[in-house]
C-alpha cells in the first residue's frame, strides 16, 4: 500500500474513532449487564415466567377480552395500548395509556397470569437495569438520544472497516497474532490494539450494524405505518380514528388473525392509533413458525369495530431487518454460554478503545507521516 | 542488531486467520439463530474461536527484550 493511501485511511480511522470512543466505551459498559439481564431479573425476584405454571399465554387461558376489562378496571379512563403474549409462560401483559397516541413516558405496564387470570400488578419500574436500559437505548435523551448513538454505531463501522485496511500494512513482515509486550510500551499497544480488533472484527461489525439499525426503529416503524400500513389500510383513509369506546371483541379479532396466518405465535397486538396500527385496527403480530423466521413478525390487520380481517402482509425487508437485529445484538437466543462469549468480546472490544485512545493520547510530537511509517514498517523500526 | 528482513506478506497471507475466524464467527452468529440445541453448541463452538485465538496469542506473546 501507497503510504499516500495509508495516510488517508489512517484519518478516516483516527477520527471516526476518535469522535464515538467516549460513546462506544458508555455502551460497552452498560451493554455488559445488559446482556445477563435474564439472569439479574431472576436474581432480583423479577422473574414471573418462572413462577407462573400453566397453558403459555399466547396458547390460551382465560379470554383476552375478559383480561382487558380487569387491566381497564385498574386503570379508569385510560386506554389499551398493547397486549404482548409468552410463548413459554401464562405471562401476558396489557400496556395501558391515557390516550391511543400516549408517549412511551405515559404508559402504564401491567402483568397478568392468563391461566388464572390474576392479575400481578404493574410492571416493576425505575430499577437499576431501567437507568442502565435508557442510557444504552438514548442517554435519557428521546429519539435525538437514540439517533445520536445510532450516528455513533455507523461511525464506529467506519473505524473497523478502516481499521481493518490498516491491519495489512502493519502486518505486512509480523505473523498473526504476534504480541510484542517486551519492546516499548507503544508497540506493545499497537500489538493489541491490532490483535484484539482484527480477532474481534466480524463480531464488532455485526454489534455495530444491529446497534445502528436499533437506533433508527421508530423512524423505521414510524416509515412502514405511513407507507405499507396505510396502503394495506386505505380503505379506512378518509374515516375519522375508531374511538376505544367502540373497539369490539378482541378474541373475535385473534380468532379472525389465526385463521389468516394458521399455526403462528401470536406475539402482541397493537390497539388502533398507536405507532404498530392504523387508526381502526388491531393489528396481530405473529411470530415465524419456524426457529430462523420466529424473530421475524408477520401482522394480521382486523377491523377492530366489526373483528373482520383487512389484510396480512409480511413487514417490508427493512423493518425484517430490523427485527433481525434484536437478537443479534443482544446475544440473548443461544443460552448462557453465548452471553459468556458476548461479555468477552465486550470487554475485548473496550481494550481496543482504550488502546486506542492511549495510542492517540500518547503519541510521540510530529507530523502525520511519523503514524503512517509506524504501520507501514509494523512499528519494527522502532526505537524504545 | 537487526534481524534480516523478513520478505513481505500477501494481502492473502496476512488476511488468512483473521478471515478464518471472521466466517467462524458469522457462521456462529446464523447458526445459533436457527434452533435450539444442537445449533446453539455449534454457535457457541464456532464464536469461542475469537476469543481461544486470544488466548493462544497471549501464550505466545514475546515479554522479554530481543
Known amino acids: 500500500m501507497k503510504s499516500a493511501a495509508i495516510r488517508r485511511w489512517y484519518i478516516v480511522h483516527k477520527w471516526s474513532s476518535l469522535i464515538p470512543t467516549l460513546f462506544l466505551l458508555m455502551l460497552c459498559v452498560t451493554g455488559l449487564p445488559l446482556i445477563f439481564h435474564d439472569e439479574i431479573d431472576v436474581l432480583a425476584g423479577e422473574d414471573y415466567e418462572a413462577r407462573l405454571a400453566g397453558i403459555p399465554s399466547a396458547e390460551g387461558g382465560v379470554p383476552l377480552d375478559t383480561m382487558l376489562s380487569r387491566a381497564l378496571a385498574d386503570r379508569p379512563r385510560e386506554v389499551p395500548l398493547f397486549m404482548a403474549f409468552s410463548p413459554d409462560s401464562p405471562l401476558l401483559t396489557i400496556t395501558t395509556g391515557p390516550s391511543p397516541d400516549a408517549p412511551g413516558s405515559a404508559m402504564t405496564l401491567l402483568f397478568f397470569d392468563r391461566a388464572s387470570g390474576t392479575p400481578l400488578g404493574p410492571a416493576p419500574t425505575g430499577g437499576f437495569m431501567d437507568f442502565i436500559l435508557q442510557l444504552h437505548t438514548d442517554v435519557f435523551l428521546g429519539l435525538p438520544g437514540m439517533l445520536l448513538l445510532g450516528a455513533m454505531g455507523l461511525l464506529f463501522v467506519v473505524a473497523l472497516v478502516s481499521g481493518a485496511v490498516l491491519y495489512a500494512p502493519f502486518m505486512r513482515r509480523l505473523d498473526f497474532g504476534t504480541l510484542r509486550l517486551g519492546r516499548s510500551k507503544r508497540t506493545g499497544w499497537l500489538d493489541q490494539h491490532n490483535l484484539l480488533g482484527i480477532v474481534a472484527l466480524a463480531w464488532m461489525l455485526v454489534i455495530g450494524l444491529t446497534g445502528a439499525i436499533n437506533a433508527f426503529a421508530d423512524p423505521l416503524t414510524d416509515n412502514w405505518r405511513n407507507t405499507e400500513l396505510a396502503a394495506m389500510t386505505s380503505a379506512y383513509a378518509g374515516a375519522a380514528p375508531l374511538s376505544p369506546d367502540r373497539y369490539g371483541s378482541l378474541d373475535m379479532a385473534m380468532a379472525a388473525a389465526q385463521a389468516a396466518l394458521p399455526g403462528r405465535s401470536p406475539q402482541f397486538i397493537a390497539f388502533p392509533g398507536g405507532s404498530y396500527s392504523s387508526a381502526h385496527h388491531y393489528a396481530v403480530f405473529f411470530q415465524g413458525d419456524t426457529p430462523l423466521t420466529q424473530h421475524l413478525l408477520t401482522p394480521a390487520l382486523i377491523d377492530a369495530q366489526t373483528g373482520a380481517l383487512t389484510d396480512a402482509r409480511a413487514m417490508p425487508p427493512i423493518n425484517q431487518a430490523l427485527m433481525m437485529s434484536k437478537p443479534l445484538h443482544f446475544g440473548d437466543y443461544a443460552g448462557l454460554p453465548l452471553k459468556i462469549i458476548w461479555a468477552a468480546l465486550t470487554l475485548a472490544t473496550v481494550w481496543i478503545l482504550w488502546t486506542g485512545v492511549l495510542l492517540w493520547l500518547r503519541r510521540r510530537p510530529g507530523a502525520v507521516e511519523r503514524r503512517v511509517a509506524e504501520i507501514a514498517s509494523g512499528a519494527s523500526g522502532e526505537l524504545a | ?66
Not at chain 2, 506478506?9 to 478464518?20: C, D, E, N, T, Y
Not at chain 2, 447458526?31 to 445449533?39: E, S, V
Not at chain 2, 453448541?41 to 496469542?57: D, G, K, N
Open chain 2, 1 to 66: 542488531m537487526m534481524k534480516p528482513r523478513r520478505p513481505a506478506r500477501s494481502l492473502g497471507q496476512a488476511f488468512a486467520w483473521p478471515l478464518v475466524l471472521a466466517i467462524s464467527t458469522v457462521a456462529g452468529l446464523l447458526l445459533g439463530l436457527t434452533g435450539d440445541g444442537l445449533p446453539d453448541f455449534a454457535a457457541w463452538v464456532l464464536l469461542a474461536s475469537a476469543p481461544a485465538a486470544l488466548v493462544v496469542a497471549w501464550g505466545r506473546r514475546q515479554d522479554n527484550k530481543k
